[in-house]
T-cell receptor, first 112, second 111 residues
Framework: DAGVIQSPRHEVTEMGQEVTLRCKPI?????LFWYRQTMMRGLELLIYFNNNVPIDDSGMPEDRFSAKMPNASFSTLKIQPSEPRDSAVYFCASRGGYTEAFFGQGTRLTVV | GQQVMQIPQYQHVQEGEDFTTYCNSSTTLSNIQWYKQRPGGHPVFLIQLVKSGEVKKQKRLTFQFGEAKKNSSLHITATQTTDVGTYFCAGSGAGSYQLTFGKGTKLSVIP
């Protein structure tokens, strides 16, 4: 398995534009997590899914953020409209039950 | 909600010195995991602790889980430049698969 795959690796966009981040979890993993990492706030859990169903989205900052998992092999995190304070590294991670979490390489988002 | 505090935030050590980072949870954990993130990289799993009072070793790294399952520590003996990075603890509450991360301890090793 190639591990957790995220795209794009880097994204630079203008304020107000829609941004879509993508994640392909490891096959067979039933949990998928989206994290945001900044210097100030560290690794924040945004949302996580179990078997494609959102379980806890209390970490999603506001209505501008939305996440979907239409099937077991794909998830998206969308920001619309984007703002400069959304600039961060966004990580997707997957795990099978209580095992270790495997992180993707991350998407570095810059909103100018 | 569950909170995981980690100290110190930064640690600078001379190569060969020891290093310890501490993790405290506001609630009892079912298990705790430790991760390492190299500069510019992504968090990579190191170990999981499940039992109260558990101690595990990986070469120069020693991991402990407190008796009350609310705190944990990572100790590195005789640091090397390859130990540079940020070390995170991540806890799960009882019956939860959610991983709550501490803010991490960034380790710098001066050769």
């Amino acid at each position: 398995d190639a591990g957790v795959i995220q795209s794009p690796r880097h994204e630079v966009t203008e304020m107000g534009q829609e941004v879509t981040l993508r994640c392909k979890p490891i096959s067979g993993h039933d949990y998928l997590f989206w994290y945001r990492q900044t210097m100030m706030r560290g690794l924040e859990l945004l949302i996580y899914f179990n078997n494609n169903v959102p379980i806890d989205d209390s970490g999603m900052p506001e209505d501008r953020f939305s996440a979907k998992m239409p099937n077991a092999s794909f998830s998206t995190l969308k920001i619309q409209p984007s703002e400069p304070r959304d600039s961060a590294v966004y990580f997707c991670a997957s795990r099978g039950g209580y095992t270790e979490a495997f992180f993707g390489q991350g998407t570095r988002l810059t909103v100018v | 909600g569950q909170q995981v505090m980690q100290i110190p935030q930064y640690q600078h050590v001379q190569e060969g010195e020891d290093f310890t980072t501490y993790c405290n949870s506001s609630t009892t954990l079912s298990n705790i995991q430790w991760y390492k993130q190299r500069p510019g990289g992504h968090p990579v799993f190191l170990i999981q602790l499940v039992k109260s009072g558990e101690v595990k070793k990986q070469k120069r790294l020693t991991f402990q889980f407190g008796e009350a399952k609310k705190n944990s520590s990572l100790h590195i003996t005789a640091t090397q430049t390859t130990d540079v990075g940020t070390y995170f603890c991540a806890g799960s509450g009882a019956g939860s698969y959610q991983l709550t991360f501490g803010k991490g301890t960034k380790l710098s090793v001066i050769p």
